[in-house]
């Protein structure tokens, strides 16, 4: 299941059974194929906890005719094959890719994907990094069946208008056929309605269809009351249905206007947690019950968004933040790279290619109220500067309903802040220095007031302290002890909550993640440990702390 909703109801669909044919193909692999699970992450199979590598999965299928096949994510490097045809190639674990297979004829065939995690080579964004970069189609995989024209995108905006609430719609179509065809398109958006008649559809052509609906009568979509409407688009061939397209969306206006974040016209303060995709034995292949959990403790500790550090989430994730009241923070892939990794020859393709497909994927999600990408990329640099605005510019063109932003590294050289709408900064007062929380906040945010971030809503984007899971200290003093750590959020939380230019705090993190082996000296158990939770999800004394600070 590619999402918690039902996207379709005339268009074929299958997730073909989970349990797929599984061969390494690089040493430190298996000897034998094995069955592994799809959706899922290598790692979890015996044998595989370290490899990195090259693996193929193969699966068969009873199909034939115009075949469409959706995968959700791939880990990292993907080509997929049906019957030794190459269909598609890909780059990138965290957006979804589709491919076509036409005129295939009905019975068995053989899906190939060849999946590679390694580094090098053409990976600029998948790097060694402070998380772990796993292998696998980790994601759900859809099989399509489709006619000669079908539905690729429907996109609802929401925009007030003085008291009344606007949809602006937006359905792409697609021919796959060689002859011209004549088309009738109808939409449902919430209590708004539009239909196109008679519109000429060229032989493998594209046409977009846009209208603005009205929408009088709907309740907006807050965190408190996160009120969801359906959108659905059918289309018509010959006089009858042929396919259509469901999806979820809410009312709702993001702003940032004043120094302050507005969700429909009201100021919001952020109270977040920053979560990485992973799940202790399952990787970052989480299973849905899983993700309900997550979304189930952060609502408990008094969260009112979840940062998706650093990376595009699972859209099953992103559908129980809309439905749960869950703000989301969204950002495209990249952490942490130096101006020389940043002008690797790869980096802008595959850097906007992720932009691009997220906000595609994405944008429907009334929960995500920012977009988000570069984390503690190189900004001081004039090179990195310009990259900072070239994605800007390219996260505006998509979508300019929601602010974007970018975390960056807390110093005092950054060149992009007159280019955000919204200043974001990681900061880490009490765990990498002693500064008191107070004074190194006041003094980075009249930095910032004075190189271009005057008046616009200011972030701390993470903040925290590290512990390991099950060590105390009596006295609460050591750090990496829970205690320590207990106490030094308590401070970083009632300094940044209490200065009066914060639009919010967004702590590092919610629970702890696996790295590679290369950070044992420095990550104790080759883990980021800043979790208020382990990987298991079991709390540490500053889950406490944090939901009796986010509560008052």
């Not at 959706?70 to 094959?81: E, N």
């Not at 000429?200 to 052509?205: D, E, I, Q, V």
């Not at 950002?331 to 906007?352: D, I, K, N, V």
């Amino acid at each position: 299941m590619d999402r918690i909703i039902t996207t379709h109801g005339l268009r074929k669909v299958c997730e073909p059974t989970p349990v797929w044919t599984f061969t390494t193909l690089d040493p430190g692999g298996l000897s034998q194929p094995v069955n592994a699970l799809v959706p899922g992450a290598w790692e979890s199979i015996p044998g595989l906890k370290n490899y990195r590598g090259r693996a193929v999965y193969e699966k068969q299928l009873n199909c034939g005719g115009t075949l469409r096949f959706v995968f959700g994510g791939v880990s990292f490097r993907a080509k997929v094959f049906l019957d030794d045809r190459l269909l598609a190639r890909h780059y990138g674990a965290y957006t979804a890719f589709d491919c076509l297979a036409e005129d295939v004829p009905f019975g068995r065939h053989t899906l190939r994907v060849e999946v590679d995690n390694l580094f090098g080579g053409d990976s600029a964004l998948h790097v060694p990094n402070d998380y772990y970069s796993y292998g696998g189609i980790t994601r759900p995989v859809t099989v399509e069946q489709l006619g000669s024209a079908y539905i690729t995108r429907l996109h609802v905006t929401p925009k007030r208008r003085g008291r009344m609430w606007l949809a602006q719609v937006e359905v792409a179509l697609r021919s796959i056929s060689d002859e011209d065809q004549t088309v009738d398109v109808e939409l449902k958006a919430g209590p708004g309605a539009v239909s196109w008649k008679r519109r000429s559809l060229s032989a493998r052509g594209e046409i977009t269809l846009t209208a603005e609906l009205m929408a009088p009568g709907v309740t907006p979509w807050t965190p408190e009351n996160p009120q969801l409407y359906t959108a659905e688009a059918v289309l018509w061939l010959e006089g009858e249905p042929a396919d259509d397209l469901r999806d979820r969306f809410g009312f709702r206006e993001v702003k940032a206007e004043g120094g302050r974040l507005l969700l429909n016209d009201e100021p919001i303060l952020i109270k977040g947690v920053n979560r990485h995709e992973e799940y202790a034995q399952f990787g970052c292949a989480v299973p849905v019950e899983a993700m309900v959990q997550d979304v189930q403790l952060m609502k408990d500790l008094g969260c009112n968004l979840v940062r998706t550090c650093h990376y595009p989430n699972d859209p099953r994730f992103l559908d129980l933040c809309d439905q749960y009241g869950l703000m989301v923070w969204e950002e495209a892939h990249a952490r942490g790279l130096s101006l020389q990794q940043m002008q690797h020859p790869a980096f802008m393709e595959q850097t906007m290619l992720c932009i691009d497909e997220m906000i595609a994927q994405h944008r429907n999600h009334p929960s995500i109220i920012l977009w988000g990408c570069l984390n503690e990329c190189d900004d001081e640099h004039d090179e990195g500067a310009a990259i900072y605005r070239q994605c800007f510019r390219r996260i505006h063109e998509l979508d300019a309903s929601r602010p974007m932003t970018a975390a960056l590294l807390g110093r005092t050289t950054s060149q992009v802040l007159a280019d955000m709408d919204v200043v974001s900064m990681n900061l880490y007062p009490l765990w990498y220095h002693d500064t008191p929380v107070s004074d190194y906040l006041g003094g980075i945010k009249t930095w910032i007031n004075q190189h271009g971030g005057a008046g616009k809503p200011f972030i701390v984007s993470e903040i925290g302290a590290g512990a390991i899971a099950g060590y105390h200290d009596p006295f609460g003093q050591a750090k990496w002890s829970e205690e320590r750590q207990a106490a030094i959020l308590r401070e970083q939380i009632s300094a940044v909550m209490a200065h009066p230019e914060t639009a919010g705090i967004i702590l590092w993190q919610f629970a702890d993640i696996r790295l590679d082996d290369g950070s044992f000296a420095s990550r104790p158990k080759c883990m980021n440990n800043k979790g208020l939770m382990d990987e298991y999800r079991r709390p540490k004394l500053s889950y406490a702390a944090v939901k009796e600070l986010f509560h008052r």
